[in-house]
């Protein structure tokens, strides 16, 4: 099935030229983007953005040879698989202070409190340096301590 976004595409020569390079590609880029996400509807909410990219470049996509073409939309859509990580990190360290939050807990010991103060300060810490830190930097990290 053609996703809608390809569909409205204004210009007839557009729209072939992206329903055709969807309907030859799209499983080199679900591919790509299923080696990162599993969730089916993360999956289709990715491919959604990397759709829309890529009709931003119809031009140039136009112009690239086959190879080219394919290492672009496969670069595209593992860029939009990062942001969506970006994103969705960024939300998750936005959240840190809400009462509905996991780390939002009772202290029942003065031990207790000693430790969810400093655990509370540590990612404080960690929250206000971490746009600053390189995306490798980020990634290290996420995949060490937070996944």
């Known amino acids: 099935m053609i996703p809608q976004i390809i569909l409205a595409i204004e210009n007839e020569d557009d729209r ?9 590609y799209q499983y080199i ?30 031009d140039l996509l136009q112009q690239l040879n086959t190879r080219r073409r394919i290492n672009y939309l496969i670069t595209t859509v ?37 430790e969810y ?9 960690l929250q206000d340096i971490w746009p600053r830190l390189s995306d490798t930097s980020q990634q290290l990290l996420e995949r060490k301590y937070i996944l």
Do not use: C
């Not at 880029?29 to 509807?41: C, G, P, Q, R, T």
């Open 117 to 125: 103060v400093f655990h509370m300060d540590m990612l404080g810490k």
């Open 78 to 114: 593992r860029n939009q698989t990062k942001n969506y990580y970006r994103a969705k990190q960024h939300a998750a360290f936005s959240s840190l202070d809400d009462e509905e939050s996991p780390l939002y807990r009772t202290v029942s010991s003065d031990e207790d409190l000693e």
């Open 16 to 24: 072939a030229f992206m329903t055709q390079l969807y309907l030859d």
């Open 29 to 58: 880029m679900y591919a790509e983007i299923k080696k990162l996400v599993s969730d089916s509807w993360v999956i289709e909410d990715i491919m959604q953005d990397a759709l829309v990219r890529l009709i931003d470049k119809i």
